[in-house]
């Protein structure tokens, strides 16, 4: 009786090769695609918003400006001096003892 040696045919284990596969490779290709679509998607999305944001903390500073000056104007119409000034100039009132002059119309 001989005794086989290990290196023969029968005594290694069959190892099954894997089959190509295609289709799995198509399904990872297609998911990385979609993968990165999404992710430049929301890099738009983001740079929009960021622009978005810049323009309205741009108005809101022009806003605070006029803020600003209006609530200066509204200082400077409430004080004695320029209501005179006014009631002379729109609705033409004088002091008592003054004799308003009229341009002529023609």
Same mark, same amino acid.
Request: glycine letters at 2%.
């Given at each position: @009786? =001989?005794?086989?040696?290990? =290196?023969?045919? &029968? !005594?290694?284990?069959? =190892? #099954?090769? %894997?089959? /190509?596969?295609?289709?799995?490779? *198509?399904?990872?290709?297609?998911? /990385?695609?979609?993968? *990165?679509?999404?992710?430049? $998607?929301?890099?738009?999305? #983001?740079?929009?918003?960021? %622009? ?5 903390? $741009?108005?809101?500073?022009?806003? /605070?400006? %006029? $803020? ?10 409430? =004080?004695? !001096?320029?209501?005179? %000034?006014?009631? #002379? &100039? $729109? *609705? +033409?009132?004088?002091?008592? +003892? &003054?004799? #308003?002059?009229?341009?002529? @119309? &023609?």
């Amino acid at each position: @009786m =001989t005794k086989k040696s290990p =290196t023969t045919k &029968e !005594s290694r284990p069959k =190892t #099954r090769k %894997q089959p /190509f596969r295609p289709l799995s490779k *198509l399904v990872v290709l297609f998911a /990385f695609c979609a993968l *990165l679509s999404s992710a430049y $998607q929301l890099y738009e999305l #983001r740079k929009e918003v960021n %622009q978005s944001i810049a323009q309205l903390n $741009q108005e809101k500073e022009n806003l /605070f400006q %006029q $803020q600003k000056l209006l609530e200066e104007e509204i200082l400077q119409l409430n =004080t004695p !001096s320029y209501i005179e %000034q006014l009631a #002379r &100039e $729109q *609705l +033409g009132l004088v002091r008592k +003892g &003054e004799i #308003r002059i009229a341009p002529k @119309m &023609e």
